[in-house]
Each structure stands twice: as structure tokens, then as C-alpha cells.
């Protein structure tokens, strides 16, 4: 991949930004927001925002193969992609659409690159925030231009983390319950994965548990954190692919926290 790609997407998701998303930021009409599924919105803003950048990435990369959210609202095939040869982009033109839609923050732009199969980039922008982060495998993670350290290892009394509980069976969002005093601090749920990624990053969380695990939501977010020294697992342990259909993922800041969190929140 060459070094020049990194910038080209990067800026990408900034114009987009600038040019198509927060012009429609609180000025949204009725007739702008529709739902795809009960509960599941989608916005002009989305639409718009996919079209653009999904042209973009195959005119940056000639030949490669674009798996968006909305495209595959209309084609769910298109993720047969993410298992084939080649390039591939993952793009969430809009992560935190129904904060987007209620014109509160925070949401995100986020695009991953998988190349014959494996994550081989990623970009996540908070255009509110003006934060922006970007990781090569192997290359590590940078955000806003600096490279992101792994950081020290909190005992279990000073880990803070999010848990996405009203997607959890019954029976597991007991267990968080039951275990919430185990760890120092239980954030709410800030109804986007791309924000969430971007805090572990920060330092401002140390472990983030989702159910609902869309690749658009998590092949970015992943792979940021692992460059960045951290752990992106399924509960029983086995590594997040963006091509692994079912739920549950548990990201964690380092080992250490992952598997103390577990413990905690999901049991041994």
C-alpha cells in the first residue's frame, strides 16, 4: 500500500465531511430521514456522504471493491466481499446516525481497508471533534498526526468503559449488571462506535462491550486499537475479522484489561 493512500483517504473524509455531512447538521427535514429497518435510520446525510466517498476509493484504488452500509441495505450480498481477494473498503459514511439525525453529537465518518481479507488500513474522523485517527497494520496508529503510545495498566478499581447493554440478552446484560462494582467505572453507551474507539485511543476509556458487531462499526475502530497495543475479541476469546458473522465483542486498551474485564462483566 503505498504511504500516500493514508493521506488521500484521510483528506477524503474531511472534505466529505466539510462538503456533505455537517452542512445537513441540524438542518435536517422530515422527508431526510427514513427508516431502513424499525429503529435503524438512515439520512440524506449517509446516502450522500457514501455515494461520494465510495466513488472516490475506487477512483484511488482502481478495481477495488466497496462494502458500504447503505449499499448493502440495498444488496446484502456486497459482503461476500469482505472474504475475497484483493482490495476492499468498509465504509460507514455516517457512524452514529440516529445522534446525527437528533442533531446531537457525537458521530463519526470511518472507512477500513482489507486487502485479500485482512485489515491492512483504517481512518476514523470525529469532524466535530476534528479528531482524526489512522492506522496501518504493522505501522501502528496515529492520531491527529501523533503516534498513539501504549499506555500503563490500570488496576480493575481505575478501568472506566462503556457497555452497549440494550443490545445484550437478557441474561448477559444481568451478568454486566451484577459485575459493574468490580470496575472502577461503567459509562453510558455513547451511540457510536467510531467516538468509542477514538476514547480508547484518548485514554478517556479503557474497554469498550458491544453486541451488534456490523463490520462498518468495527473493522476501523479494531484495528486502530490494535496497532495502538490493544485487543479487539470476540467474548470467547477468538480475534475480531470483519468477515465473522454474530455478537458480542469486547475491546480493551491491553491483555491485562481485556481479560480483567471479562471476568468481571462477563464471568470466567
Not at 435510520?41 to 452500509?69: F, K, W, Y
Not at 491492512?120 to 497494520?137: E, Q, Y
Not at 491527529?144 to 447493554?165: C, H, I, N, S
Request: with cysteine; hydrophobic share 40%.
Amino acid at each position: 500500500m503505498a504511504d500516500h493512500l493514508l493521506d488521500d483517504v484521510d483528506t477524503l473524509l474531511r472534505e466529505t465531511a466539510a462538503s456533505v455531512v455537517l452542512p445537513l447538521f441540524r438542518k435536517l427535514d422530515d422527508a431526510d430521514v427514513t427508516e431502513k429497518a424499525p429503529g435503524d435510520l438512515v439520512t440524506v446525510a449517509d446516502q450522500r456522504a457514501e455515494e461520494r466517498i465510495s466513488a472516490e476509493l475506487r477512483r484511488l484504488l482502481p478495481g477495488s471493491q466497496v462494502v458500504g452500509e447503505e449499499a448493502v441495505a440495498e444488496d446484502g450480498s456486497l459482503l461476500r466481499h469482505l472474504r475475497g481477494d484483493g482490495d476492499v473498503w468498509v465504509v460507514d459514511p455516517v457512524d452514529g446516525t440516529g445522534n446525527f439525525a437528533a442533531g446531537r453529537r457525537p458521530f463519526a465518518l470511518m472507512v477500513a481497508l482489507l486487502s485479500d481479507g485482512e485489515p491492512a488500513a483504517s481512518w476514523v474522523f470525529d469532524p466535530l471533534a476534528g479528531t482524526m485517527a489512522v492506522a496501518r497494520a504493522g505501522a501502528g496508529t496515529r492520531l491527529d498526526g501523533r503516534p498513539v503510545r501504549e499506555t500503563p495498566v490500570l488496576p480493575p478499581d481505575r478501568l472506566r468503559g462503556t457497555a452497549m447493554v440494550q443490545y445484550l440478552p437478557r441474561a448477559t446484560r444481568d451478568r454486566v449488571a451484577a459485575g459493574e462494582g468490580r470496575i472502577g467505572e461503567l459509562l453510558p453507551g455513547q451511540h457510536c462506535a467510531g467516538r468509542e474507539y477514538l476514547d480508547l485511543l484518548t485514554g478517556d476509556q479503557q474497554f469498550v462491550l458491544f453486541w451488534r458487531t456490523l463490520p462498518w462499526d468495527h473493522a476501523p475502530g479494531a484495528l486502530l486499537v490494535r496497532e495502538a497495543g490493544g485487543v479487539a475479541r470476540r467474548f470467547d476469546g477468538t480475534e475480531y475479522h470483519p468477515a465473522d458473522d454474530g455478537p458480542g465483542l469486547l475491546v480493551a486498551s491491553d491483555e491485562q484489561t481485556w481479560h480483567e474485564v471479562r471476568a468481571a462483566l462477563l464471568g470466567d
